[in-house]
């Protein structure tokens, strides 16, 4: 007891001290000052019940709670090596920083990366290499139900919400989507007015709570969105099913980040948690999701409608695959999240256990639109730890037309992975709603490094292009990806998968075994 208790005694001892050499030398009662709160402070943690170790090891123990709070940077600082953390290692952050200022970003003294690792990937190059032009950065789209069609970049900002992001975050993203012609996709909290301050694309998603679109009682509301997607900025619309980080959950905002702006832009109360239903009200089976496609598209005026989410039951989605059969209505884009996808706040076994990992679902997702015949007219939109031109490579090679990119845009806002977007207080004022944390943040000052990073990041992809020998990423194909299988052996995306050939699930000849019977459960009229 005396060992768990020592430096209490110690406090104590020092008190009974400090009272005896008062009687020779007053000044020593300065020394109360550090004695006194520490006696304060063992007694507290000796009577309170919540915490076991201060109750033993009173003053003391409140150095173990010290400790864990500061944990994170003294791993990220000392301890993390270039590759090891996590979710994105110090080189990942490192080359967002570089690309994002315009400074070196060159690797000097050859890879840090084990090769011979199971997963690690490399794609295969040519001794022709070229030159892909740079109008190939671009994509159209839009079916031809589109009078609107939107010639988007090969990468653009990925949804994140004003509420998750501070408005001065929001702007900077905003601004600098402008500077570099891409867009920026609004996250499901709805259109805000710092989505439209500076002038920049805008992908309106509509979550499954109809932020900024919604009845009281949580319906779509047609007028207000009618009047809110005739805005000259909002390029396209994108309606959110499901969420990599978190599928089958809705979104989430804690009630700390919910303030007066965001209270009435979303229609929702303060004070509590909002957490948006897991399905939108609008429609419950693949027909009526094409039906309000369709709707939507309408509405707008013959701009791109499309749909977003993370791949679970397969058969779900081949049951969208036979709606759009069925109906004849196709979406002009799908934008595929993966699990590994970021988050502000989320269940840890959402993000951690639930989802397809995005290179499994976007060959997926490919090869059900080939064996519909609709690949060529609907575009597939990749999300999920998108930062290097090789990250695009790989997913447009398996199957992507386009990239979204929502951490690494952080990155060159300054981000410095604290993980701490969940709890409003973000130490660089990007994912805060504290007007005294995001004062760091400087719209005119980051909004630039938002378009050099995308740039940069596109410079790099068209130069990976290139090297392989291609003259255009439409060229992209998984035999040129490959990934370590063991230490002594490596297949290319193409060996390592099944593939459809165009028609195939509607001609049903010979379909791979890992689809027939997703295939056969899938059913137009039902998820």
Known sequence: ?????????????????????????????????????????????????????????????????????????????????????????????????????????????????????????????????????????RILIGTSECTQPYLASRLNVSAMSFGALSKR??????????????????????????????????????GTANFGCRKPNGDFDLAQFKEKAAHEQVKMIEIKLSQGAKPSHGGLLPAAK????????????????????????????????????????????????????????????LGICKAIVKTGILPDFITVDGSEGGTGAAPIEFSNFLGTPLNDALIFVNNSLKGINVRDKVRVIASGKVITGFDMAVKIALGADICNCARGMLFALGCVQS????????????????PRRMYALNVRNKAPRVHSFHDATIKSFLQVIGAAG??????????????????????????????????????????????????EQANAERF
């Not at 999701?289 to 679970?312: D, N, Q, S, Y």
């Not at 993980?419 to 504290?434: E, H, L, V, Y």
């Not at 060996?495 to 791979?512: F, V």
Request: glycine letters at 8%; one cysteine or more; charged letters at 20%.
């Open 419 to 434: 993980i701490r977007c969940n709890k409003n207080t973000c130490p660089t004022g990007i994912t805060t709603q504290d």
């Open 1 to 137: 007891m005396v060992i768990r208790f020592w430096f209490y005694l110690y406090a104590i001892v020092s008190l009974v001290i400090v009272g005896l050499i008062y009687l020779v030398w007053p000044p020593i009662l300065w020394a109360l000052i550090i004695i006194i709160p520490l006696i304060v402070v063992g007694l507290f943690d000796i009577f309170q019940t919540s915490f076991n170790i201060l109750r033993n090891y009173p003053v003391w123990g409140h150095w173990r709670y010290i400790l864990l709070s500061i944990r994170p940077m003294i791993q990220q600082y000392f301890i993390a090596t270039n590759q090891s953390g996590r979710p994105f290692s110090k080189e990942d952050r490192e080359i967002v920083y570089e690309r994002s200022e315009g400074t070196l970003d060159t690797l000097p003294f050859g890879t840090q990366r084990d090769v011979r690792s199971i997963g690690y990937e490399w794609m295969s190059h040519s001794l022709n290499p070229k030159v892909a032009k740079e109008e190939t950065s």
């Open 169 to 206: 975050a929001v702007r900077a993203l905003n601004r600098g989507a402008k500077m570099g012609n891409f867009y920026q996709n609004t996250g499901e909290g709805g259109l805000s007015r710092y989505h439209l301050e500076e002038g920049g694309d805008i992908v309106w998603q509509i």
């Open 258 to 317: 919910i303030s007066k702006e965001i209270s009435k832009i979303r229609g929702i109360p303060m004070g509590q948690d909002c957490l948006s239903p897991p399905t939108n009200p609008a429609f419950s089976t693949p027909i009526e999701l094409m039906e309000f496609l369709a709707e939507l598209r309408k509405a707008t005026g013959g701009k791109p409608v499309g749909f977003k989410l993370c791949i679970g039951h397969r058969s779900e989605f």
């Open 470 to 519: 291609l003259d255009s990423p439409d060229e992209l194909n998984p035999h040129l990806i490959y990934r370590r299988i063991s230490e002594s052996q490596a297949r290319h995306y193409y060996d390592i998968y099944d593939h459809i050939q165009p028609g195939q699930l509607l001609s049903g000849e010979n379909i791979p075994d890992s689809y027939r019977e997703d295939w």
